[in-house]
């Protein structure tokens, strides 16, 4: 036996009787002029009909509905046969009837067949074209967070809670719980700690805030490997405007790879040129502690808001803020823009490579993009220059930061026996 799945159609027509709504309404009207006490049963038999799914041919037909006494189902046949045109009046009525139901029809077919040929041009996508679809689609998604639909929480970096000296691998998750703080942690492309708002519907959406945690021997160990400028680049490209730099003393701060006052240069530097938060704590209980003040400080700050996602080039330029809400990145988004080497374009690569030299800051090689902003333009400009000399100052005089210093000649050369010799 083959069986086919059938579906219901269930049509619920507008005005299947039409005509016998429009004379109660002229009667109704006529006795609230009136103030004749018929307009009860009148009101009362005219919503009665009005939610009756099926046509009618006579008044004695509309005797099954409440309201409809003998004498207004009589009244109805009296107009019926004073107007002459029962049958015209039933013939009417069925019209109507047909002419709705065929609509509905033809709407559920047209449905049928644009679900069919979705449904096929799927089937013919590949797996991995198929998810592309699905993450494009999730993108594209609006995600609105009404005040009191949603809640806070700290997320924190694998690598904040992990480590090779197994005394210290869950030091961390031990502060964050005895200060009982809402925290989950997981992998985060760009930051150590950040919040999110995320509602029952399993949306999240990143607050404007992230925390970048550097205890002293760390920071003096990625300025000489090149990750700290590296780093404040990503910051600054992640789309959160709020950048917070949080330094943590280690024990006494001695034995450090660089001497102390390049250290406090590089804070200074990050402050005045980055623009970035500095915040500075005596050691790791006390960064927690921060931790769980900044984490009530946002939660009073956001309860109240309403919170919209958008995609990145979509944020807003000098605020997240607006009348309407406070537009937001998604949590997924933001991991996938801030991945490391994510569809970089040549001049971002060309800037993370620049900063791989000792001493050339993030400001400087921005100003260097900025006029050559890629290697092929920068060999070119070297290759036009009349004298080995006038090439190797080519950079020199280049300005970068607020107050305007020239790179400098060590720089400019290094950049030029880096590109132009042979190895």
Known sequence: MIMSSVARLEITLKRPNAI????????????????????????????????????LSSGRE??????????????????????????????ANSSMFQNEVLQVVESAKKHKRKQKADSNKQSKLTKK?????????????????QPGKFRIKLIVDTQETSG????????????????????????????????????????????????????????????????????????????????????????????LSLP???????????LIHDKFFVAHTENHSRSMVYLQGLTQILIRLYKDKVLKSCLKFDLPCDSHTSEIGIWLLKFKSLNEYSARNNQLNVKEVFILQLLQLHSLSLEKALAIVEIYPTPRALTDAYKACKTLQEARQLLANIR?????????????????????NEF
Not at 32 to 49: C, F, P, V
Not at 178 to 188: G, N, P, W
Not at 230 to 254: A, M, W
């Open 129 to 145: 074209e198929q998810k592309a679809l699905e993450e494009e689609q999730w993108r594209s998604k609006q995600v609105v967070m």
């Open 400 to 420: 970068f930061g607020q107050l305007q210093r020239s790179v400098g000649n060590r720089i400019s050369q290094s950049l030029h026996d880096f590109y132009r």
């Open 20 to 55: 016998f709504e429009t004379w109660l309404e002229q009667w109704l009207q006529e006795a609230e002029r009136r103030d004749n006490k018929s307009r009860h049963k009148l009101r009362e038999a005219l919503d009665a009909l009005k939610m009756y799914p099926l046509p």
């Open 260 to 270: 102390m006052d390049n250290l406090k240069q590089a804070i200074i530097n990050t």
């Open 62 to 91: 509309c005797s099954i509905l409440r309201g409809f006494g003998p004498a207004l189902c009589t009244l109805i046949d009296k107009e019926m046969d004073k107007q002459r045109n029962k049958a015209e009046i039933i013939v």
């Open 164 to 255: 090779k000296n197994k005394r210290l691998l869950d030091q961390t998750r031990g502060y964050l719980e005895c200060l009982k703080i809402d925290y989950e942690i997981r992998r985060l492309a760009v930051g150590d700690f950040l919040w999110i708002a995320y509602d029952q519907e399993g949306n999240e959406l990143v607050l404007p805030h992230i925390v970048e945690r550097k205890r002293m021997d760390d920071l003096s160990s990625s300025i000489r490997d090149g990750r700290f400028h590296e780093q404040k680049h990503r910051l600054k490209q992640s789309g959160i405007p709020n950048v917070i730099y949080l330094i943590e003393d280690y024990g006494d701060n001695e034995h």
